[in-house]
């Protein structure tokens, strides 16, 4: 009866396709009922066994088919590197064979997901090149955009993002596409460009995901372009969502856009201090930048608070050192000597822990020392100004009388 089991039960058929085998296995129609005995197994859920019928055909002219369905099996596992041998022996051994554009795609793709990059990216460009009108074809040009990013073609990237938002219509409305284009330019350093097609982003209906990339992507290209009246405002919308993500570089890009001014500044630092009560974070460096903004911004008290928060935070860092000494020179201008005075004094002792080690703090301790010392002495203090200037190493205070 040949090979025609179809009216057979799936056990039936399997049993009488293995028999055959174990009694002809030199008949010339055996590779076929390999094949057959490889669809029985995976039909009856029995992987491993498909797998050995299906590699058991190494020539002949079953042999591509054998391939396409290990192809199959390795994928639907997540074994995207064997899937990806496999449908490489395909198209070298099956050069007219129907299914050849399906599998050109598959192997791009398996490759792709298997991290091989560098072979992915050429398999993805060869296939679009081969077919350019195939219905996958856009979706794998626009892989093709994030795995010349992933390799750092940004130029390319750049060329191929661009024309699927001017060939496509259904490309313009897409976030991710968006997003590709502004990576692509951010890797070429056009940080005001890329800034723009990420604000961009935020005006379509993306995905949160989405728009939050497009949120940190535009507060990094407006910071990177020097913009920093637009970093703030990117952001202060950061913070707004996450104060432990912006809020730092937003008090920074205030400072930098000089923003600590007039109403407009003192309510975006309203804004910094409601998020720190909430318990948000900054680091010793970042509250002496915020209390330099706030004094700008007339808000003496909050100015000190922030100050004595880096100082204790701090004590013998720079920047504790540099905040106890921004402290006491608030507190001289404010006509409180002694507050003053105690500020300089902390400022003095921490610094000597440095001992003239960094430039920096020595310049800290070396003010800290002459204030206190001017201070002390127009208290009628003569021995606590002449201890100030004792204690500090001479040579930090050499040349200045």
Same mark, same amino acid.
């Given at each position: 009866? #040949?090979?025609?089991?179809?009216?057979?039960?799936?056990?039936?058929?399997?049993?009488?396709?293995?028999?055959?085998?174990?009694?002809?296995?030199?008949?010339?129609?055996?590779?076929?009922?390999?094949?057959?005995?490889?669809?029985?197994?995976?039909?009856?859920?029995?992987?491993? /066994?498909?797998?050995?019928?299906?590699?058991?055909?190494?020539? /002949?002219?079953?042999?591509?088919?054998?391939?396409?369905?290990?192809?199959?099996?390795?994928?639907?596992?997540?074994?995207?590197?064997?899937?990806?041998?496999?449908?490489?022996?395909?198209? =070298?051994?099956?050069?007219?064979?129907?299914?050849?554009?399906?599998?050109?795609?598959?192997?791009?793709?398996?490759?792709?997901?298997?991290?091989?990059?560098?072979? *992915?990216?050429?398999?993805?460009?060869?296939? $679009?090149?081969?077919?350019? &009108?195939?219905?996958?074809?856009?979706?794998?040009?626009?892989?093709?955009?994030?795995?010349?990013?992933?390799? !750092?073609?940004?130029?390319?990237? !750049?060329?191929?993002?661009? *024309?699927?938002?001017?060939?496509?219509?259904?490309?313009?409305?897409?976030?991710? @596409?968006?997003?590709?284009?502004?990576? +692509?330019?951010?890797?070429?350093?056009?940080?005001? =460009?890329?800034?723009?097609?990420? !604000?961009?982003?935020? =005006?379509? +209906?993306?995905?949160?995901?989405?728009?939050?990339?497009?949120?940190?992507?535009?507060? *990094?290209?407006?910071?990177?372009? /020097?913009?920093?009246?637009?970093?703030?405002?990117?952001?202060?919308?950061?913070?707004?969502?996450?104060?432990?993500?912006? %809020?730092?570089?937003?008090?920074?890009?205030?400072?930098?856009?000089? &923003?600590?001014?007039?109403? !407009?500044?003192?309510?975006?630092?309203?804004?910094?201090?409601?998020? %720190?009560?909430?318990?948000?974070?900054?680091?010793?460096?970042?509250?002496?930048?915020?209390?330099?903004?706030?004094?700008?911004?007339?808000?003496?008290?909050?100015?000190?608070?922030?100050?004595?928060?880096?100082?204790?935070?701090?004590?013998?860092?720079?920047?504790?050192?540099?905040?106890?000494?921004?402290?006491?020179?608030?507190?001289?201008? =404010?006509?409180?000597?002694?507050?003053?005075?105690?500020?300089?004094?902390?400022?003095?002792?921490?610094?000597?822990?440095?001992?003239?080690?960094?430039?920096?703090?020595?310049?800290?301790?070396?003010?800290?020392?002459?204030?206190?010392?001017?201070?002390?002495?127009?208290? #009628?203090?003569?021995?606590? *100004?002449?201890?100030? %200037?004792?204690?500090?190493?001479? @040579?930090? $205070?050499? #040349?200045? /009388?």
């Amino acid at each position: 009866r #040949g090979l025609g089991l179809g009216q057979l039960c799936l056990p039936q058929a399997l049993g009488a396709f293995q028999e055959f085998l174990l009694r002809h296995p030199q008949d010339p129609r055996a590779p076929e009922a390999r094949l057959r005995v490889g669809e029985l197994l995976e039909k009856r859920g029995d992987r491993a /066994g498909a797998i050995q019928a299906y590699a058991a055909l190494r020539e /002949g002219p079953h042999r591509p088919e054998a391939l396409r369905r290990l192809a199959g099996l390795h994928a639907g596992a997540g074994e995207w590197l064997g899937a990806a041998k496999a449908l490489e022996e395909f198209l =070298r051994l099956a050069p007219g064979h129907p299914g050849r554009e399906e599998a050109r795609f598959d192997h791009a793709l398996a490759l792709d997901r298997a991290s091989r990059l560098e072979e *992915a990216e050429a398999a993805y460009r060869e296939v $679009i090149r081969g077919y350019p &009108r195939g219905p996958r074809a856009l979706e794998f040009r626009r892989r093709h955009g994030f795995l010349l990013l992933g390799l !750092e073609k940004h130029a390319e990237a !750049e060329r191929l993002f661009e *024309a699927l938002l001017q060939e496509a219509p259904s490309e313009r409305h897409r976030a991710d @596409v968006r997003l590709g284009l502004a990576a +692509s330019l951010m890797g070429q350093k056009h940080y005001p =460009r890329a800034a723009g097609v990420f !604000e961009g982003v935020l =005006r379509l +209906s993306a995905a949160p995901a989405e728009r939050r990339s497009a949120e940190r992507g535009a507060a *990094a290209a407006w910071w990177e372009a /020097g913009d920093y009246a637009r970093a703030a405002q990117a952001y202060r919308r950061l913070a707004a969502a996450s104060a432990e993500e912006g %809020l730092a570089r937003y008090v920074v890009s205030l400072e930098r856009a000089d &923003r600590c001014g007039g109403e !407009e500044g003192r309510e975006a630092l309203r804004f910094i201090l409601g998020a %720190l009560a909430g318990g948000a974070a900054l680091s010793p460096g970042e509250r002496l930048r915020l209390g330099g903004c706030l004094e700008r911004a007339g808000m003496d008290a909050e100015a000190l608070a922030q100050w004595e928060a880096a100082a204790k935070a701090a004590p013998a860092a720079g920047e504790g050192v540099w905040a106890a000494l921004r402290q006491g020179a608030l507190l001289e201008r =404010r006509g409180q000597g002694k507050e003053a005075m105690a500020r300089y004094a902390r400022a003095a002792e921490a610094a000597l822990a440095f001992k003239g080690e960094k430039p920096q703090v020595a310049d800290a301790l070396q003010q800290a020392a002459l204030r206190g010392a001017v201070l002390h002495f127009g208290e #009628g203090d003569c021995p606590g *100004a002449l201890r100030l %200037l004792k204690d500090p190493p001479l @040579v930090l $205070i050499e #040349g200045e /009388g």
